[in-house]
């Protein structure tokens, strides 16, 4: 059981759009910045956005990320079959004095 | 650019141990918080460990504190994580990642293969 919850999976048509979301407590998302991460099949996990909606360098601007309360959420347009993949959300917990992650969301485009 | 390469991981009996590192290179190691993650097989990432730049601030992860110690040797670039009495539930790919703003992880390792089995 994950600190925080996300959807177990989502699905969309190529060139639709997507969210996930990601729900937490004060102690972790209520008091700390949220950052997401893309891992396809078989390779690492990547850094999609962080500090809640702030997208590194490389990132394109199909990607998004928002913060509200005790939730965040990622939304992705413009979907590509290569976004097909496994995304995750993560946080610090100041309970915890621990990171925290979603359990995954597994994005299927149809 | 950022490049981080674990090692150590393999096959080790229940009650064992292993030591991963972590070879850090492409930008001032020194200057940047570092974590443990790992990812059982088929399942979602959980974090392990973080110790902060200097080595004086380390957290564990309820599931290895008494078992996993983290370490780092900034002259050499290098982070460590012992593992001792580990279990099967300690089965996984173990990462490691540099801490970017925000507790975000900007660079990850390409992942050890720690197998827990008699």
């Known amino acids: 059981q994950s600190v925080l919850t996300q959807p177990s999976s989502v699905s969309a048509a190529p060139g639709q759009k997507v969210t996930i979301s990601c729900s937490g407590s004060n102690s972790n998302i209520g008091n700390n910045d949220v950052s997401w991460y893309q891992q396809l099949p078989g390779t690492a996990p990547k850094l999609l956005i962080y500090e809640n909606n702030k997208r590194p360098s490389g990132i394109p601007d199909r990607f998004s990320g928002s913060k509200s309360g005790t939730s965040g959420t990622l939304g992705i347009t413009g979907l590509q079959t290569g976004d097909e993949a496994d995304y995750y959300c993560?946080?610090?917990?100041?309970?915890?004095?621990?990171?925290?992650f979603g359990g995954g969301t597994k994005l299927t485009v149809l | 650019q950022v490049q981080l390469v674990e090692s150590g991981g393999g096959l080790v009996k229940p009650g064992g141990s292993l030591r991963l590192s972590c070879a850090a290179s492409g930008f001032i190691f020194s200057d940047y918080y570092m974590r443990w993650i790992r990812q059982a097989p088929g399942k979602g990432l959980e974090w392990v460990s973080y110790i902060s730049s200097s080595g004086n601030t380390i957290y564990y992860a309820n599931s290895v504190k008494g078992r996993f110690t983290v370490s780092r040797d900034n002259a050499k670039n290098l982070l460590y994580l012992q593992m001792n009495t580990l279990r099967a539930e300690d089965t996984a790919v173990y990462y490691c990642?540099?801490?970017?703003?925000?507790?975000?992880?900007?660079?990850w390792g390409q992942g050890t293969l720690v197998t827990v089995s008699s």
């Open positions: 990642a540099r801490e970017y703003s925000g507790s975000s992880l900007d660079h």
């Open positions: 993560g946080t610090w917990d100041n309970s915890l004095s621990g990171g925290v």
